[in-house]
Structure formats: structure tokens, C-alpha cells
Nanobody, 115 residues
Framework: QVQLVESGGGLVQAGGSLRLSCAAS????????ISWYRQAPGEQRELVAT???????NYADSVKGRFTISRDNAKNTVYLQMNSLKPEDTAVYYC?????????WGQGTQVTVSS
């Protein structure tokens, strides 16, 4: 029933920044993990960043130090702050929330980084 709506994608030049948002239409209880995935054309979907219910985070080596996953409970929104963007970051980005009962996916938002 709860849906995740993503926004914030777009076209930026290398070195620029974007902040992706993933807003839940309702409160999701008993969240286990919050994650961002991405998928480039012709490639498999890869895990970019994840946050556990305890607040610990993990990042793919390719984005470590540049991307930050965060959560605003008051707004029921998950964010991915992306700095120092590279052309290799070009992909469709998907937010993912795993709760005790369900797995939720955002619709995906395109991020394109030009050289």
C-alpha cells in the first residue's frame, strides 16, 4: 500500500552534486534496512548505499566518501546526497526499504553526469 516516490535526478556536469529524495506515501514501520541501488544500461543493478535500523551505513567502494545516505523521519523521506559526481555514476537510481513485512521500491530516477 505504501509507495516510494523518487525525485531529484537530472543532468549535471562532472564534479557537481545532486540530492535524491525518496518519499514514502505513508509511515513504514519496523524498517530493517534503507538502501539505494543503481543500474546503468546493460549492467546489473548494484547496491550503492545502505543504512540499517541501528543507523550504521555501508557504501560501495566506488562512491565511498562522495555519497551519503540519510533519513528524515519527520518527512518519511530517504535521501542520497551525491557529491563530486563522475560520468561513471550515470544510472537509474532506485531507493529500497526492507521492513519486517514488505520490501518497497521506488520507481527509479535518472542521473546523468556529463564529462
Amino acid at each position: 500500500q505504501v509507495q516510494l516516490v523518487e525525485s531529484g535526478g537530472g543532468l549535471v556536469q562532472a564534479g557537481g552534486s545532486l540530492r535524491l529524495s525518496c518519499a514514502a506515501s505513508g509511515i513504514i514501520f519496523s524498517i530493517n534496512t534503507i538502501s539505494w541501488y543503481r543500474q546503468a544500461p546493460g549492467e546489473q543493478r548494484e547496491l550503492v548505499a545502505t543504512m540499517t535500523s541501528g543507523g550504521s551505513t555501508n557504501y560501495a567502494d566506488s562512491v565511498k566518501g562522495r555519497f551519503t545516505i540519510s533519513r528524515d523521519n519527520a518527512k518519511n523521506t530517504v535521501y542520497l546526497q551525491m557529491n563530486s559526481l563522475k560520468p561513471e555514476d550515470t544510472a537509474v537510481y532506485y531507493c529500497n526499504i526492507v521492513s519486517k513485512w514488505y520490501t518497497f521500491w521506488g520507481q527509479g530516477t535518472q542521473v546523468t553526469v556529463s564529462s
